[in-house]
């Protein structure tokens, strides 16, 4: 008997420490299944700027040929960015794909678009199909994720498990190494590496309007630094060197809504928040943080954000 107990405690005694080391993947694969949501919201909602599009899509125009597509209906409020040149314009996130973003992108510019992700979840890469120029960032992991001639992210680089959504595969017209500008005839963005939500993570800086396009880096509510790949290390060092190299005045437009103290709008937040973010950062690993909830912990950041963390020994 006394024999028997021990192999049950062994066990439970594995299942756990499993289960910790492993948190942000059997958080992943068992969320479909404990946390239900809708998927879209069936009411119309009330844009606090800009205008609706086929009772789905927001579409705001940011000036300087800038604009903001939302899904405000869609459960994650994703907004992707229009940036348009000359010559061609740059979609900055391909939108989730629960809807087709394609006629709403050619009803803003005729011009050749080019399709580039901040990142490779399933809410930001899912509506990747329609588009046929596609660039992406050059990282040893992301030359990894191709074969025969087609990229496919990789089950947890998509993480499309949460919503039951298929990973597409599709061809990678342009590799982007961090630090390469994009001329698009008129005006010159540069990419940056920005790791943290993700090992991959881009972000798209435009000088000339001082406009930091951040993808999951940062935004208003909760920032996820706790999914698989994340790393709070990768985020502080970002932090570091986003504070030291962008002008204090760059406007941060980021890719999940809404800020508190606004209604439904394109998601901005200013340099001020990435330096409360990054102080509070330091202080969530010296441990002198009070947080809420076990798996993840949620930190609170200022009134327009709150982090999210894994454990200390599976998040480094
Ligand atoms: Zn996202």
Redesign the pocket.
Known sequence: MARVLTYIAIAVLAVIVLGADYAPYVNLEVAPYIRRHTIIDPTTPKLDKGHMVDDYFSVEDLGQNTFAIGEPRYY?Q?YAYLIIGEKRALLFDSSSGTRDVSPVIKSLTSLPVTVMVS?L?F??LGGIIPFHHVAMIDLPQTRADMKDGLFTPKRYEYSGIADKRARPSFAIAEWLAPGRTIDLGGRVLTVLSTPG?TPTSASLYDPAAKRLFT??YIYPTTL?AFSPGASMSAYHETAQRLLATMPADTILWT??CCRKDGGILAPWLRMKDLRDLDDQMLRVKAGVVPYTGFYPRVYPVNDQMTLATGFPWNNP
């Open positions: 994650q994703n990142h979840h809410d930001h939500h993808g999951d996820y890719a999940h």
